[in-house]
C-alpha cells in the first residue's frame, strides 16, 4: 500500500520560509518522478515542481521558479520542497503526487496516482 505524508507546513510571514517534507513508503521509491502541487481555496489544484528519480532533472512552475526548490533524499524514500520568499498568493494546500509510470514526469496532475493528504501553507502579509 502506497503511502505519502507531507510535513511542514504552518504560518509564516511574507517574505518568510518554509520546508515540506513527503516520506514514501510502499513503492520502490528511486523508481519514481515526484512532484508537489497545491490548492488553495476555490481554485484548481495546481503544478509546483517535480523531480525526476535520481534527483537530476527538476522542472518548476512559473509562479514559484527562483524561490522554491524540489530535492529528494532516495537513502530516506522523502522528497522535500523548500520555499523561500513566501507570498501570500503562495496560500494553500501542498500535496507531494508520485507518478508510478516512471523515472520522468512532468506538471500535469492526472498523471500522478498516489497523492498525500496534504498539508497547509499559509502566508500572511
Known amino acids: 500500500q502506497v503511502q505519502l505524508v507531507e510535513s511542514g507546513g504552518g504560518l509564516v510571514q511574507a517574505g518568510g520560509s518554509l520546508r515540506l517534507s513527503c516520506a514514501a513508503s510502499g513503492l520502490t521509491f528511486t523508481h519514481y518522478a515526484m512532484g508537489w502541487f497545491r490548492q488553495a481555496p476555490g481554485k484548481e489544484r495546481e503544478f509546483v515542481a517535480v523531480?525526476?528519480?535520481?534527483?537530476?532533472?527538476?522542472y518548476y512552475a512559473d509562479s514559484v521558479k527562483g524561490r522554491f526548490t524540489i530535492s529528494r533524499d532516495n537513502a530516506k524514500n522523502t522528497v522535500y520542497l523548500q520555499m523561500n520568499g513566501l507570498k501570500p498568493e503562495d496560500t494553500a494546500v501542498y500535496y507531494c503526487a508520485v507518478d508510478s509510470k516512471g523515472a520522468y514526469s512532468g506538471s500535469y496532475y492526472a498523471d500522478y496516482d498516489y497523492w498525500g493528504q496534504g498539508t497547509q501553507v499559509t502566508v500572511s502579509s
Open positions: 523531480i525526476s528519480w535520481n534527483g537530476g532533472s527538476t
